[in-house]
């Protein structure tokens, strides 16, 4: 939220009116609001990112959620909740998560927290309807979660099989990799999303 925006919120908080975009007429509003954040906002304050009067204006009863990682119970319960709300959507008819995936999504420790989650169910959903699953499969989990490491910062992970690779599947994991963490940079907005990625430019078909 940008220092204008700081300040537009804060006027209408303590005004208790607001005014509709382009129009004149001041509307009286009776709100409770509920502010949430995963950034240390007292940092934000000493630093000069956040306004300390919005700060104290929002500070009211405060509710810290712990990571993930520490409460591992609600992991089936928030996969459930996500691919409940894609069949609503119409995006898969997928309902459960198999018993070994659930096992890997239950050991690994989650540093995004609910929205790496989220975006790895989104994930294993398309990779069950490539390959016909009626349930989330390992297969479909990235290799992060497969293996319970985490990437190494700047290195790609390659991970080949004795029996060999079936290089299109990994080219589409890969490819979803790519997605899921330029996801991550855009704080889940689609479209900043794609603005990271670059148009690729083919080679000229005269070049050697």
């Known amino acids: 939220m940008d220092s204008e925006i700081q300040i537009k919120l804060l ?36 630093d000069g990112a956040f306004r300390e009067d919005l700060y104290f204006r929002l500070k009211g009863e405060e ?12 992991i089936p319960l928030l996969c459930k909740h996500f691919l409940r709300h894609l069949k609503e959507d119409g995006r898969t ?9 659930m096992g890997l999504l239950l ?10 989650l989220k975006l790895s169910i989104e994930r294993a959903v398309l990779f069950a309807h490539d ?5 989330i499969m390992p297969d479909g989990l990235s290799y992060e979660i497969r293996t319970g490491k985490a990437a190494a910062s700047g290195k ?3 991970e080949i099989a004795k029996q060999g690779i079936d290089i299109d599947e990994e080219l589409a994991r890969l490819e979803l990799a790519y997605i899921e963490q330029a996801l991550k940079m855009a704080g889940g907005k689609k479209t900043e ?15 050697q």
């Open 156 to 158: 790609m992970s390659v």
């Open 193 to 207: 999303a794609w603005k990271i990625f670059r148009p690729r430019v083919l080679p000229s078909p005269n070049r």
């Open 107 to 116: 050991s690994y420790d989650w540093p995004g927290n609910v929205r790496e």
């Open 11 to 46: 006027r209408a908080l303590e005004e208790k009116e607001i005014a509709r975009l382009g129009g004149n007429r001041k509307i009286k509003i009776d709100i409770q609001l509920v502010a949430a954040t995963n950034k240390d906002l007292e940092k934000a304050v000493a």
């Open 93 to 101: 008819s997928i309902e459960r998560v198999s018993d070994e995936a």
């Open 63 to 74: 509710i810290h959620l712990p990571l993930l990682s520490s409460r591992r119970d609600d």
């Open 131 to 135: 390959y016909n699953h009626q349930e």
